[in-house]
C-alpha cells in the first residue's frame, strides 16, 4: 500500500453505508456476503465530508454501478461503485451537487431517476 493511503484511518461501515453498499453491489449484478460487508475495513476520502471512501487499492478503476438519491436536506447526491479489472469492489464516490457535507444516507434508497424524479 503506498505512503498516501497509510496515514488514513481505516473504520468500519456504518449501517446506513452498508445499506448503500448493497444497493449499489445490487444494482451491479455483484454478489457478497453480508459477513463480507460487516467486515471490511474503508478508508474515507478526504471530499469536505460528501462520504466516499474505499476499501481496495485500485489502480485502474471502471464504473460498476451509481445511484442518484437525494439528502435529508433535498440536495441530489451521486454514489458510484467503482471496480478494479477483476469486478472487485474498490471504491465508493459520493459527489453531493452542492459540494456541500453529505447529511444521511436514505432509510430506503431509491434512484430518483427510477422515479423520473429530477434533481
Not at 453498499?21 to 454478489?31: S, V
Not at 489502480?59 to 451521486?78: K, M, P, R, T
Request: negative net charge; contains cysteine.
Amino acid at each position: 500500500m503506498s505512503d498516501a493511503y497509510k496515514s488514513i484511518k481505516s473504520r468500519y461501515l456504518s449501517s446506513d453505508e452498508k445499506r448503500l453498499l448493497t444497493a449499489l453491489l445490487l444494482k451491479a449484478g455483484i454478489t457478497k456476503t453480508v459477513s463480507w460487508i460487516d467486515s471490511i475495513s474503508i478508508f474515507p476520502f478526504d471530499d469536505g465530508g460528501m462520504g466516499s471512501y474505499y476499501f481496495l487499492e485500485c489502480h485502474s478503476l471502471q464504473v460498476a454501478s451509481d445511484i442518484l438519491f437525494l439528502d435529508s436536506d433535498g440536495i441530489c447526491v451521486l454514489a458510484t461503485l467503482y471496480v478494479n479489472n477483476n469486478y472487485e469492489p474498490c471504491e465508493v464516490d459520493m459527489w453531493k451537487m452542492d459540494y456541500s457535507s453529505l447529511k444521511q444516507i436514505p432509510q430506503v434508497i431509491i434512484d430518483v431517476r427510477d422515479k423520473n424524479e429530477g434533481c
